[in-house]
């Protein structure tokens, strides 16, 4: 059974940092990418950042790159989400996502919440 269970987020000031963890169980995390999507209210959900499996290759939503960093570590089952030089713009849910035997699964989100 695939499980993603998501911590971090809070509140931050604009230009503060925050780090997302999902942490993933129920399949073998080393050989499928992971996903970050947010929805901010009254948004469609969209893709933040997208990393390979074995890390190698990233993508980045236009609004985030540069500024948001996707890693992993496959020992720890477990994907990351730095988010950086915040904005209010960023203000959203955040969800972890997989790919898995072709149904999509999502964490159950973390708000990360940026003003002043």
């Known amino acids: 059974q695939v499980q993603l269970v998501q911590s971090g987020g809070g509140s931050a000031q604009p230009g503060g940092s925050l780090t997302l963890s999902c942490a993933a169980s129920?399949?073998?995390?080393?050989?499928?990418?992971m996903s970050w999507y947010r929805q901010a209210p009254g948004k469609e959900r969209e893709l933040v950042a997208a990393?390979?499996?074995?890390?190698?290759?990233?993508n980045y939503g236009d609004s985030v790159n540069g500024r948001f960093i996707v890693s992993r570590d496959n020992a720890k089952n477990t994907v990351y989400l730095q988010t950086n030089n915040l904005k209010p713009e960023d203000t959203a849910v955040y969800y972890c996502n997989v790919l898995h035997h072709g149904f999509s699964y999502w964490g159950p989100g973390t708000q990360i919440t940026v003003s002043s």
């Open positions: 129920g399949f073998t995390f080393s050989v499928y990418g």
């Open positions: 990393m390979s499996s074995a890390g190698g290759r990233t």
